[in-house]
């Protein structure tokens, strides 16, 4: 197969880690046959210093024309003082909103090899950490109106039914082809839009009933998360609730560098990119953890061009590299042998092998 890959080194850590992503790749098409053609995109803090813009609307226009995107990380100090609409963070939601994507999809699983790495207590994590948190990526809070009028300051939080119905669908969905059991995560003892979100929930639920549904308030799932998370399969949740609790659950994890996401909407063209940030305190020292986005390469095999073998593929040498003691400083232990970014990479790249 010929894919056409837009490709967003980004900031900080980012072009790195997408460097052994895109080794990662290459090892795919090779072994596959496929070729995977790639097109660089400026966006985020880069941008701005070379366009004065985080993504300039031909950026943007580059990634639509795409196969799909794969991101590294945006963002750092060096921008903190640039007006919002010209932070770093604008071109990630300009990004998504551009390309429709309204389904962000945030594993938390532990690895074997990491378990203990996780903060939580081994009889906790022993009960099995292995959830999705679906969150809702381009409406709510995130994109309502931001203004400041003297020494006030105003967010706006909306949801239309509409919205709601569509990111809903998907929790379902994702529910069908695991546990089948779906939490849906609000606030509904205080805001409206939370008990808009629980009764479309209701609705919805009569559509699927072989999926259990449940609701939880946000601030009862941030706890249940660390006391219980083997409770939990599918979370659905709008924007800023699953910014949040998908740190939180990540972090459980072990290692906030392993996890990959993407992110979906009505095209089969999706936004694919590690959950962590920039981390410009080990910039360019050879020190990130390029796992979180070798695996959402490997999620965009899987989702975005039905490569479901080459992404097990993927996932198994990882594994086999975890396997081998090779670590990362974000999670190395006692006994395991530290490596850096680009041998993190290559190790991965050798395991890489068909059946
Ligand atoms: C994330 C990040 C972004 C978000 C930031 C960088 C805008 O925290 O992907 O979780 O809040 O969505
Ligand atoms: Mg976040």
Known sequence: MNKHIAVIRGDGIGPEIVNEALKVL???AELFGHTFRYT???????????????????????????????????GGTKWNDVPGHLRPEKGLLRLRAGMGVYSNNRPAKIWP???DASPLK??????????????ELIGGIYFGTHKTEGDTATDVLQYSKKEIERIGRIGFETAQKRQKKLCSVEKSNVLDSSRLWKKVMHRLAEEYP???????LVDNCAMQIVKNPAQFDVIVTENMFGDILSDEASMITGSIGMIPSSSLGVTGCGLYEPIHGSAPDIAGQDKANPIGTILSAAM?????????????VIENAVSAYLDQGFRTADIMSEGMTMVGCRQCGDLIVKNIRKG
């Open 26 to 28: 290459d090892k795919v």
């Open 40 to 74: 660089d995109v400026d966006m985020g803090g880069c941008a701005i210093d070379k366009w004065g813009d985080p993504l300039p609307e031909r950026e943007l226009a580059k990634c639509l024309s795409s196969d799909s995107v794969l991101l590294g990380a945006v």
């Open 113 to 115: 090899q990491l378990s």
């Open 122 to 135: 081994k009889s906790i994590v022993d009960q099995g950490i292995d959830f999705i948190i679906v969150r």
């Open 210 to 216: 072989d999926v259990a549904l449940s609701d939880m």
């Open 300 to 312: 965009m095999l899987r989702f975005s061009f039905d490569m479901a073998l080459e992404a097990d």
